[in-house]
């Protein structure tokens, strides 16, 4: 049976410039379920790192609500998002983002840590992330020595780490050339594949869109299916 | 919260050891200097207390007189006629030991078999047998035994004391072991001899300086006090024990207040530099910041990690400030002491007092500062969003958005200080004058801006486009200038306004001694108060000065402190030369109405008396007199800087019928005319080495002594000047440190602008141009609220703290010395970032592009 993941309903965000306000998402709904990777296109300013930051509990929508795993994120205040996310999601940015003042290893263990679970169990866990990306002989180096393929697949990692139920990337293969791109796509389908991760990711590359299992085009505020499982693939 | 979030936390800040390093300094710098104040002072205080409870011991009640004490009979009639057993006679004076410069002490002529009950570390357990030695030996003195040691004193040897000019050799018969610290310290200043050898040195034979009386609680106990106080002959009192000396170390309260405030300005200029560390650290991270709270670092544990990282700095600062606080304390021990010699009291103090309470008040200081300074970025820092790739200039346009509404909090804040310049109390006036401060702070970014703007076509005209790029870096980045600026500009208004200040005084003190110093030969003895001559010279030395050829005229001056309800009064009696009216300025009061009724009995007060005691001419001042308590009408008030606690002064006439003292302290000779002044004063000191005792006096000319009282002027302000200058000490490590954060955050600028071509030199001139700007902006700012700052330090502070008024005097060379300053202090904390920039590879500049 196909169990929610991640559930809009009615969502709508506005922003304010100046006197007047633009609607980026207009009364959107969708259900993306659990184990599948969604993929949202569409024109830059689209919507589609708005959507990714309503579904994360970084922002809050105008109206609508957004259900994560059951949990509804537009009741909750601030702190019970961060923590939300804490624990239930991974996040994969363009520009890798790794702390840079951690070691790869370090950056791995700090979303376990934050969740009290860097004991020996975790540590493991992480090791075999660390293998698994074909960097458990970079464990020790700080991020700036690695290559940009190399930080996004830390980067992948630690998305991974803490086992969330969703991960949220967006725009990963963004910032890197087409080889490293697609090792590092292919990587990171295997793992959420493996591990049953709902994924949403945010893109312009169509390498990504081959990935997805669903894809969504934000436009003019909407967002449209544009094709899916249903759809015979 | 997580080891990992500290790890990296602790790793940012050891990637930064050089500003991390000057954030530490700054703050160990202003730690130092309010540490070093308050132990300067307080060690002050507490010697003068140790002392006072040495030679008051466990007396409860004294018995005193007026200026020349009161007579041996009252003791007689208290111990035969009222039956008091536990009573001390005490014959007290100051006396300095010319063979030990700078050592200060204080005789006690005591009865030995009387003292065992008040000063237990005399007399009690006598092993040596000195108290028969003291009795039987003129001239015999008892002293502590480290005291003698660090003199290199031995039982037998002679110690030469000097009393109203004369030598005196006294012999050491013995040493009292004090059992612990803290009586070698109270012990460390007194010597104790018999009761005759006292009254002998002192030249009041037959007359005691207080009866010492130790009186219980009960009902018997105090229907004996009443028995005393009404058996008492007027002019002698029952006082409570160490209500004299109370009264006395409180006349330092102002000078000392005036100190810490000083002191605590080089922490608030620390503050500054914390600020910007941690903003500039929260800056650095945003990106950083901004991941960390999109993988659920809560807002919290932001907070958290930059206010601990802040504690972490704040904490070694205020350990090292500790330290440096110690050793800089006995530099400003000597200073204050010398201050407080000059000013009010003989005191002398070797050692820096040390309490937990002046260390831990130190350490509050330092952390308090810290996290005030810390809680702006950190606030800032929770407000990162997550994954809010928020650039730099959007922070910089956000400032300055910011900069009106922080100039118009500012000038909110500036009118408050001044609404809190009007309630009466020292105090306030410095709540007053940090408020306004801090309120020209918040008004700097905005000035900044504004004079920048203005000077924009000049600077472009001087310096073309490399000029503009100088000084549109200052205003591109106002959250890391702005601040920097208003540091420097804080301490160059600082230094702006205390050098006001002082120069204004100066300024006054000149006139007023050009005014007074009318004679033209003084003879004083030389005083253990330097600005204060109240020994007593030999009335067969003045008789042979004041006839001696070529004095066509002499004056007197007699300077005593007489008691009176509200605490001791310093009076001076003057005996007018014939033919001279002395030269005072009145504040009130005509001298020509004023003059005759001095004649008549009435008194003049100084200014600072007047503000004190709040009171006028027509009010009356009540003295305690050989007669009892008389009051006399005050005729004028005149200017007088030479006291803060303020002095009454009556006609010579008038002070011995009412005293009975003939005693004369210092003598103003007019030469006659034609007589050749210097071989005047040589002929006078021949005849003052001619007596019996050779008199140690100083016979100076009328400018000789005025230069001595500028010099005395000079020194009590040696203190705050060096305050002054370890404020812009400070205020230059913030600027530097400011410095080195905006080179490091320029260094891809800079790499594209040497990608561009701009030569090593031309990139470090751009980077001189703008260091040497943000001098000139902060030293311009620094000129109106420096001068503001010496109005409210000379129209509020020293009236309120000292009772003086003078005119200010604000000299164009100070303003300009200002400006100076801040633009040197500013270039050459620029130095060493503009070196690097110029230095800097462009390569290496742009490899992250």
Do not use: C
């Amino acid at each position: 049976m196909l169990l929610p993941a991640v559930e809009l309903r009615g969502l709508t965000k506005l922003y304010r410039e100046g006197e007047s306000e633009r609607a980026v998402l207009r009364d959107v709904s969708a259900t993306l379920w659990l184990g599948e990777i969604a993929v949202l296109v569409g024109r830059s300013g689209s919507g589609k790192s708005t959507l990714l930051n309503l579904i994360s509990g970084i922002d809050r929508p105008t109206a609508g609500t957004i259900l994560v795993n059951g949990t509804d994120l537009t009741n909750l205040d601030e702190r019970a998002r961060t923590l939300f996310r804490r624990e239930h999601i991974g996040f994969i940015f363009q520009f890798f983002n790794l702390v840079p003042l951690l070691t790869v290893e370090e950056n791995l263990l700090l979303p376990l840590e934050l969740l009290g679970r860097a004991d020996a169990e975790g540590r493991a866990r992480a090791r075999e992330l660390l293998d698994r990306v074909g960097l458990a002989d970079r464990a020790r180096a700080y991020p700036d020595r690695l290559s940009g393929g190399e930080q996004q697949r830390v980067a992948v990692a630690r998305a991974l780490v803490h086992d969330p139920v969703l991960v949220l990337a967006d725009e990963p293969t963004g910032n890197l050339d087409a080889e490293t791109a697609k090792v590092v796509l292919s990587l990171l389908d295997q793992l959420v594949r493996e591990m049953g991760k709902t994924v949403v990711m945010a893109t312009h590359s169509s390498e990504v869109v081959g990935a997805a299992d669903r894809v969504f085009l934000i436009q003019h505020g909407q967002l449209t299916e544009q094709w899916g499982a249903g759809d015979g693939r | 919260m997580s080891a990992g979030l500290w790890r990296a936390s602790l790793r940012h800040l050891a990637r930064r050891p050089g500003q991390i390093g000057l954030s530490v300094l700054g703050i160990a710098l202003g730690v130092a200097v309010a540490l070093a104040v308050g132990l300067a002072t307080g060690s002050a205080r507490r010697a003068f207390e140790l002392a006072t409870e040495a030679v008051t011991g466990r007396a409860t009640h004294q018995i005193v007189g007026g200026p020349t004490g009161l007579s041996e009979d009252v003791y007689r009639m208290l111990r035969l006629d009222l039956g008091v057993q536990r009573a001390a006679p005490v014959v007290a004076l100051d006396v300095a030991a010319p063979d030990h410069p700078g050592r200060v002490f204080q005789l006690l002529g005591v009865d030995p078999f009387a003292e065992a009950p008040f000063r237990p570390h005399f007399g009690s357990d006598d092993p040596l047998g000195t108290v028969a030695a003291l009795v039987t030996r003129p001239g015999a003195i008892v002293m502590s035994g480290p005291t003698a040691r660090a003199l290199g004193l031995a039982p037998g040897a002679t110690l030469t004391i000097r009393v109203a000019g004369a030598r005196h050799p006294l012999t050491l018969v013995g040493t009292v072991e004090p059992a612990d610290p803290l009586s070698t310290q109270a012990l460390e200043s007194v010597l104790v001899t018999d009761i005759a050898t006292a009254q002998e040195l002192a030249g009041n034979k037959g007359r005691l300086s207080r009866i010492d009386l130790i009186i219980g609680f009960r009902p018997a106990d105090r229907a004996l006090l009443e028995r005393i106080r009404r058996a008492l002959p007027p002019g002698v009192e029952l006082a409570r024990a160490g209500a004299q000396a109370e009264a006395t170390a409180s006349m330092t309260a102002a000078f000392t207040l005036n100190l810490r405030a000083l002191s605590l300005l080089a922490l608030v200029v620390g503050m500054f530099l914390i600020y910007n560390t941690m903003t500039f650290s929260v800056v650095q991270r945003r990106a950083l910041l901004g991941t960390l709270r999109a993988l659920g670092v809560t807002r919290g544990e932001v907070f958290t990690l930059v206010t601990v990282e802040a504690l972490a700095l704040g904490a070694v600062g205020t350990l090292l400030g500790i330290g440096l606080g110690l050793a800089l304390a006995q530099g400003l021990l000597h200073l204050v002491t010398r201050t407080i010699n000059d000013l009010y009291f003989a005191l002398s103090v070797r050692e820096v007092w040390l309490t937990p309470g002046a260390v831990l008040e130190a350490a509050g200081l330092g952390l308090g500062t810290t996290v005030l300074a810390a809680l702006a970025p950190a606030r800032e820092a929770t407000g990162i969003r997550p994954r809010e790739a928020l650039v730099r200039s959007r922070l910089e346009a956000a400032s300055r958005r910011a900069a009106p509404r922080a100039a118009l909090a500012g000038l909110a804040l500036g009118a408050v200080g001044v609404l809190a310049l009007v309630p009466r109390g020292p105090v306030w006036g410095f709540v007053g004058l940090f408020a306004i401060l801090m309120g020209a702070a918040l008004m700097t970014p905005l000035a900044v801006a504004v004079l920048l703007r203005a000077l924009d076509r000049p600077i472009a005209r001087a310096g073309g486009l490399l000029g503009r790029m100088a000084a549109r870096a200052i205003t591109a980045a106002p959250s890391r200038t702005g601040v920097a600026i208003a540091a420097l500009m804080i301490a160059v208004s600082a230094t702006i306004g205390v050098g006001v200040m002082i120069a204004s005084f100066r300024e006054a003190v000149l006139r007023w001694l050009e005014g007074t110093l009318r004679a033209d030969v003084y003879v004083a003895p030389p005083s253990l108060v330097g600005s204060r001559p109240d020994a007593t010279l030999d009335p067969a030395l003045v008789q042979r000065l004041a006839t001696a050829p070529g004095v066509a005229a002499a004056g007197t001056a007699r300077g005593v402190t007489v008691a009176s309800a509200r605490g001791p009064v310093h009076v001076v009696a003057i005996g007018m030369a014939a033919g001279h009216a002395p030269g005072f300025a009145f504040k009130r009061g005509r001298p020509e109405a004023v003059w005759p009724q001095v004649d008549k009995g009435a008194v003049i007060v100084s200014e600072p008396f007047a503000y004190r005691r709040h009171v006028g001419v027509g009010d009356r001042v009540r003295l305690r007199t050989r007669e009892g308590e008389q009051a006399f009408p005050i005729a004028g008030i005149f200017y007088d800087y030479g006291s803060s606690a303020g002095v009454v002064m009556m006609s010579r006439a008038t002070y011995e019928r009412h005293w009975a003292d003939r005693g004369v302290s210092s003598l103003a000779l007019y030469a006659a005319p034609g007589v050749d002044l210097e071989r005047l004063i040589a002929e006078l000191r021949a005849r003052a080495a001619a007596g019996p005792v050779p008199a140690d006096v100083l016979i100076r000319s009328n400018r000789a002594l005025r230069e001595a009282s500028l010099a005395i002027f000079d020194r009590t302000f040696a203190v705050t000047r060096v305050l002054r200058f370890l404020i812009v000490v400070v205020a230059f490590v913030g600027v530097l440190s400011a410095l080195m954060a905006l080179a490091l955050e320029r260094v891809r600028e800079l790499g594209l602008q040497r990608a561009l071509g701009l030569t090593p030199g031309q990139v470090w001139g751009v980077i001189t141009a703008q260091t040497g700007l943000m001098g000139l902006v902060a030293g311009l700012l620094a000129i109106p609220v420096g001068v503001l700052l010496a109005g409210v330090l000379v129209f509020v502070i020293n009236r309120r703290s000292f009772g003086w008024t003078m005119p200010i005097d604000v000299h164009p060379a100070i303003l300009l010395q200002g400006l100076l300053l801040a633009v040197a202090a500013a270039l050459l904390a620029g130095a060493v970032p503009a070196a690097r920039m110029a230095r800097a590879s462009p390569v290496e500049a742009l490899r992250d592009e």
